[in-house]
């Protein structure tokens, strides 16, 4: 149990479908991450949060959408994904962001969505 | 090309084999972390160095910190099943906000 919980942990759809992934964490944590992980490349990180207000945006596509309504809860909203897009997205946590590049926060990871595109 | 390049990409060992994977990156940092990932989970935290040479041991696993912070080593002594998985390493770099990047990763597999 890392206190970051993702629902589904898979998901199929297809292209012209819209879903929400959901990330939850019970860590008592102010920022939040989307990160996405495809095969033979990096992980990637699409998009954070800190204190709700969101501080990047790694030129993600706008088929997927992020929510933060507070502190403990995070969406990613998909609508027309693209075959390209199936990969497993992880959710993480931590501390809220300093901005000083010395202050590298734990994240706490979820077990992720494993997301197939048809 | 990557921030961070970690090498190998693939280790497969015997049981009670040594082992060391790096990262490497032409960039200096001020911090790195280590995370290992086991299939069909999420990673999780091992260490984070912050001292250019820094060493740190958790049990059978060695961490070093590069002295000019480019790049990091993890030895694993008297590997063990249990230590399978994907080792990551990750940075912050702020140079432009708050950018987390992990490298390409190891995957290890310990054969018992």
């Known amino acids: 149990e890392t206190g970051v919980t993702q629902t589904p942990r898979h998901l199929v759809m297809g292209m012209t479908n819209k879903k929400s992934l959901k990330c939850e964490q019970h860590l008592g944590h102010n920022a939040m991450y989307w990160y996405k992980q495809s095969a033979k490349k990096p992980l990637e990180l699409m998009f954070v949060?800190?204190?709700?207000?969101?501080?990047e945006n790694n030129s993600v596509p706008s088929r997927f959408s992020p929510e933060c309504p507070n502190s403990s809860h995070l969406f990613l909203h998909l609508h027309t994904l693209q075959p390209e897009d199936s990969a497993l997205y992880l959710c993480?946590?931590?501390?809220?962001?300093?901005?000083?590049?010395?202050?590298?926060?734990?994240?706490?990871f979820g077990d992720g969505t494993r997301l197939s595109i048809l | 090309t990557q921030l961070l390049e970690q090498s190998p990409q693939f280790l497969s060992i015997q049981e009670g084999e040594n082992l060391t994977v790096y990262c490497n990156s032409s960039?200096?940092?001020?911090?790195l972390q280590w995370y290992r990932q086991e299939p069909g989970e999420g990673p999780v935290l091992l260490v984070t160095v912050v001292t250019g040479g820094e060493v740190k041991k958790l049990k059978r696993l060695t961490f070093q910190f590069g002295d000019a912070r480019k790049d990091s080593s993890l030895h694993i002594t008297a590997a063990q099943p249990g230590d399978t998985g994907l080792y990551l390493c990750a940075v912050l770099a702020l140079n432009t906000g708050n950018q987390f990047y992990f490298g390409t990763g190891t995957s290890l597999t310990v054969i018992p």
């Open positions: 993480a946590s931590s501390p809220p962001l300093s901005g000083r590049d010395y202050d590298i926060q734990p994240q706490h």
């Open positions: 949060y800190n204190f709700k207000e969101q501080t």
């Open positions: 960039s200096v940092f001020s911090s």
